[in-house]
Structure formats: C-alpha cells, structure tokens
C-alpha cells in the first residue's frame, strides 16, 4: 500500500531559529501533499496544500514567510517552520494521495513532534 | 466538502462491537464517506470508505443508511488497541480537494 515517510518524529529547537521536516511519498508519485498541525486534544487543522513545481496553496490565517513549503520533486515535499517560537510547538502531518489507488483516501506520515524552548 | 457530526466520545467494551455514528445529512451524490482513525501521537490511518453500499474489509464495515444522510462505522471486536479518535470525512474523490477533519469520537476500549 501507499507509504508515506516523516522525518523527523520529533524535534526540539531553540527559538527564533529555523526547523525543516521532511515528507516523502515512497512507493508512489504525489503531486500534491497536504501539511497539516495539530494541537493538544485537538483535531488537525491543514496549514497548506503543497503542489509539486509550483507554489504552495496556504489556508486563512497562515502565514507563508513563516511556514515554507518546498515540492521540488513527485516523491518529497518540506516544510520550514523559520524563527520558530514556543507558540509553534505543535504536531504536524503530512499526507499524499496516490492516485493509481482510484477512490482510496489520503496516506498519512507519522508526523514530526516540534518543541520549541 | 459535506459538513459531518459525530459525537465526542464513547466507551466499549474490549470484544464488544463498536459502533460509531456520523451525520452527514448535506452530503451530495458524488460524495463519499471515509473513516479515518488516530491513535495517540500518530498520524490518521485508513480505514475504510463507501458511496452508497455497505461496506467491509479487514478493519471493519461501514453501514451507509439509504438516503446516505448518516453512517456507521462498526468495529466487530473491539480491542484495546482501537483506542483511538476517529473521523468521518464526506468527499469527493474526483476532486483534488483537501481533506477537512471535523473533531471526531473519542472510542475508548476498556477491559
């Protein structure tokens, strides 16, 4: 089945520097990835819609200079949280769809636990 | 995407069935209805989907009623390792839309 891999699963930085988390589609092709954030005991909330050549679809609210997304190639997509700040702490996922699966959902990574202190 | 309701939390006990409700009363003809679950500190899993016909694999069934306005998603044995959040999603599949989590139930399997 569709594999999606998430590097890191965690990762503590210090504030106002910058971090980069990797998503990577492994067995199948993906134009398009999804990044998303998810706070404590709350749902996923999605950031922005990374497309593979072109820029980055980002939702209301935030902000593109601070969360950069890169989708240089059909198998990795990143994202760089730049002069994080302890507010940014959060959980965030990726997610691919492999379309050679027809009407199957979305794989997701196993997502990148940030702190940052 | 159709909008979806479910409640916040149920409990079940561990070899009984699980049965989760969602609502999805606005959903439209070429929508589907996915089951995703999160099991604490991970990422979203698949687990099943279906238009109109009910639906099972090796994870569960998925009871869609006939006018499509509300699902269930059954889990048949439930162990203590479906602990988890689980989200009713209403999509259509031709689209390249976005995926929209709603805040899902809660299951929690005890002994």
């Known amino acids: 089945g569709a594999v999606v891999s998430q590097h890191p699963s965690w990762v503590i930085c210090k504030s106002g520097t910058s971090v980069k988390i990797e998503c990577r589609s492994l067995?199948?092709?993906?134009?398009?990835m999804f990044w998303y954030r998810q706070f404590p005991k709350q749902s996923l909330m999605l950031m922005a819609t990374?497309?593979?050549?072109?820029?980055?679809?980002?939702e209301q609210g935030v902000e593109k200079d601070k969360f950069l997304i890169n989708h240089a190639s059909l198998t990795l997509s990143t994202l760089t949280v730049t002069s994080a700040h302890p507010e940014d702490s959060s959980f965030y996922i990726c997610?691919?769809?492999?379309?050679?699966?027809?009407?199957?959902?979305?794989?997701f990574g196993s997502g990148t636990r940030l702190t940052v202190v | 995407d159709a909008k979806t309701t479910q409640p916040p939390s149920m409990d079940c006990a561990e070899g009984r069935a699980a049965n989760l409700p969602c609502n999805h009363s606005?959903?439209?003809?070429?929508?589907?209805v996915y089951w995703y679950r999160q099991i604490h500190s991970q990422g979203p899993q698949y687990i099943i989907h279906?238009?109109?016909n009910n639906e099972t694999n090796e994870m569960a069934s998925l009871i869609i009623t006939e006018d499509r306005k509300s699902s269930t998603l059954i889990l048949p044995h439930a162990t203590l390792r479906d602990t988890a959040v689980y989200y009713c999603?209403?999509?259509?599949?031709?689209?390249?839309?976005?995926?929209?989590f709603g805040t899902g139930t809660r299951l929690q399997v005890t002994l």
């Open positions: 997610s691919a769809r492999d379309l050679g699966r027809g009407n199957y959902g979305y794989t």
């Open positions: 999603i209403v999509r259509d599949p031709g689209t390249a839309s976005k995926l929209t």
């Open positions: 067995d199948f092709q993906a134009t398009t």
């Open positions: 279906g238009l109109k």
């Open positions: 606005t959903i439209s003809g070429n929508e589907y």
């Open positions: 990374s497309n593979e050549g072109s820029k980055a679809t980002y």
